[in-house]
């Protein structure tokens, strides 16, 4: 049994030193660098953050100078940030947590039909106990209208969410001209900015949020840790009702023993992301561009979404007449998607392409490239041989030339 264990373990290992990774929206790899400062406080320093002894103590200390080290990166207070298990429960706590704290207010609330299931699903619940929710759609270049935000406030609107960087299409919404007019109605403004963090350089009072979420696994951070900036300075200053109880940490807002081996881990991500920013961004984006020069003179190939207000990692294509799901099973030893890992397992086409105004065969036909920092201009030549390798066999099967 332990050869074969033994076994399995160097055919992984293999498999993952051959693999081409480009699904970095869904998740990272994690920084060996972030690994190692973890490691200790998964073995030796395995005191809990919220006892008072010397031990407790010395953990704690940790634990705030990688809250200072992430306020660092979005240029925020360090008791602004709640530590969450990741984004999707910090969005949860966030909208819900302001809805039940204002309902007296007002019951109201604005998003966008491209968002991540986590905010449009949250949303949802929330209809269920009597809110109302505006679900606005977006241009066919994936960009909201900011007038419809203006035109949808009413008096009982409470909060307006719109993400800063959308997982599938890269495209950067207005969110600072969104937050304006938001704070000019009295309302309060939040943005998934999941996608964004750690990426581009993020000042949530210039972006005007009022409440901010993000997830470490998305910048070579851990999995299973996140955090929610909530504004605690006027005019604009948050208040939320907790959704976990027992125990009081995080300001009474997120009771719970603190993963203290993660939030050191996504401090520790968050010092390399704002030290490394600018070299992995002009990195990555070269790259990105030299891969979509070359995949966009495959015939009938098409970039969805806003070309000039995207993030420089992503691309998401669309090859007409092929099937997504087919191509990507096609590819040998390269890792992309079709869409948000969040909802990939769904045969439903892209809740975010049908918005933008794309048929369900084109949907289908559309794949998301996702660049990192670890890749090279060797992975990017193997992808796009690949890819049109594939492609040409795909439409082949399909068309096939008849027998005379």
Known sequence: ?????????????????????????????????????????????????ASNHAFGVSINSSVQTAREQ??????????????TSGA?????????????????????????????????????????????????????????NIELIREAITPSTILVSVMLVNNETGVIQPVREISEICHSNGVFFMTDATQAVGKMLID????????????????YGPKGVGALYIRSRRPFKVKLNPLLHGGGHER?????????????????????AKSEL??????????????????LSINQSYINGDVSNRMYNVCNLRFKGIDADALIVGLKDIMLSNGSACSSAKVEPSHV???????????????????????TKEDIDAVVNE????????????NPVPIR
Request: net charge negative; proline share 3%; charged share 20%.
């Open 70 to 83: 992430i306020s660092e990166l979005v240029n925020c207070a360090p008791t602004d940030l709640i530590f």
């Open 204 to 219: 949530v009072n210039d972006l005007g949020a009022d409440l901010m979420v993000f997830s470490g696994h998305k910048f």
């Open 252 to 272: 009474g807002l997120r009771s719970g023993t603190l993963n203290v081996p993660g939030i050191v881990g996504l401090g520790q991500a968050a010092f390399l």
């Open 353 to 375: 392409l049908k918005a933008m105004g794309l048929s369900d065969e084109d949907c289908y036909s559309s794949i998301r490239i996702s660049i990192g920092k670890y890749n």
């Open 1 to 49: 049994m332990k050869c074969k264990a033994l076994l399995i373990d160097i055919v992984n290992l293999i498999l993952v030193k051959l693999m081409i990774y480009l699904d970095n929206n869904a998740t990272t790899k994690l920084d060996p660098r972030v690994l190692e400062v973890m490691m200790p406080y998964l073995t030796e320093e395995y005191g809990n953050a």
């Open 278 to 295: 600018k070299q992995n961004s002009f990195n990555i984006k070269v790259l990105r561009d030299y891969l979509e020069s070359n995949l």
């Open 88 to 144: 999707t429960e910090a969005i949860n706590l966030a909208i819900k947590g302001l809805a039940k704290e204002n309902q007296q207010r007002g019951n109201h609330i604005i998003t966008c039909e491209t968002e991540h299931p986590a905010v449009l699903d949250t949303c949802r619940a929330l209809e269920a106990d009597g809110f109302q929710v505006s679900y606005l759609p977006v241009q066919p270049n994936g960009l909201i």
């Open 387 to 398: 890819l049109k390798e594939t492609i040409t066999q795909l439409r082949e099967m399909k």
